[in-house]
């Protein structure tokens, strides 16, 4: 079997279920399809805490929307941070590991590890290490998680999950104020993200699109520009549908 590292120890140390976790993350990154192991999670019995997992259009702010629903409700959020995990849980430096994150697809860039003189580490390799990861924090307690797809790997029936999006121009319009830089540099910077994205889930994933049904809720940013009032809704509908937060 396959050993997972995390703060320096071995995950299995940690908790229980691990094994048949480590199985369907195997499972999830052999197949294409994964819609019957979508079903397979859900029933697996593995404990998962409640947890929030935002899907969102690049650029759109859900980092900050994150950021106010932590607060509110005492949680971890679960961004660029979930790659220092990845990276113990491999054995790997984080530089490394980002070469796979969801910005950073590209098959070349699987070479990056040879570059680095570490050991082979794939695309294959990120996509199962994220299923663990993303288990084994969610079961110790829920977290919000942003981005990466999480949602689709988890227990459908212990996520809440949303969608925000809003249009292009609004998103190139935060993207060239937050990198300093101009519209047309902006927009160069979202579509290449987007394409790597979408190669992202394609590959990971087997998705494509992502269709309204995925999801508990899509929010449109374009009409609800107040990240407090986001924020607050989604706080909100996550605590009426799993009445059990309080007691993680």
């Not at 399809?33 to 935002?54: H, N, W």
């Not at 988890?154 to 999950?161: D, E, I, K, Q, T």
Request: charged share 25%.
């Amino acid at each position: 079997m396959e050993h997972y590292y995390l703060n320096n120890g071995l995950l299995e140390n940690y908790w229980n279920g691990q094994r048949r976790v480590a199985s369907m993350a195997k499972e999830y990154t052999s197949f294409f399809i994964k819609e019957p192991l979508r079903k397979k999670i859900t029933k697996s019995g593995v404990k998962v805490c409640p947890c929030i997992c935002i899907s969102r259009n690049i650029g759109v702010g859900a980092l900050e929307i994150a950021g106010i629903i932590g607060e509110m409700l005492g949680l971890q959020v679960m961004d660029r941070q979930i790659l220092e995990k990845i990276a113990c849980s491999a054995n790997l430096s984080r530089s490394s590991i980002k070469t796979f994150d969801e910005r950073y697809p590209g098959k070349l860039k699987e070479l990056m590890c040879q570059i680095l003189g570490e050991r082979s580490f794939g695309m294959n390799d990120y996509a199962r290490h994220l299923f663990y990861v993303a288990f084994f924090l969610a079961h110790s307690e829920s977290i919000v998680f942003v981005g990466r797809g999480i949602h689709l790997m988890l227990p459908r029936n212990r996520v809440f999950a949303v969608r925000l999006i809003c249009e292009r121009k609004r998103r190139v319009k935060r993207l060239a104020k937050a990198l300093e830089t101009n519209l047309k540099d902006a927009g160069q910077v979202l579509d290449l993200a987007e394409k790597e994205q979408h190669e992202f889930f394609h590959r990971v994933h087997g998705k494509d699109t992502a269709p309204a049904s995925e999801f508990d809720m899509v929010m449109n940013l374009e009409y609800i520009k107040e990240p407090q009032a986001a924020a607050l809704t989604i706080s909100e509908l996550f605590k009426s549908q799993f009445h059990d937060i309080a007691r993680h």
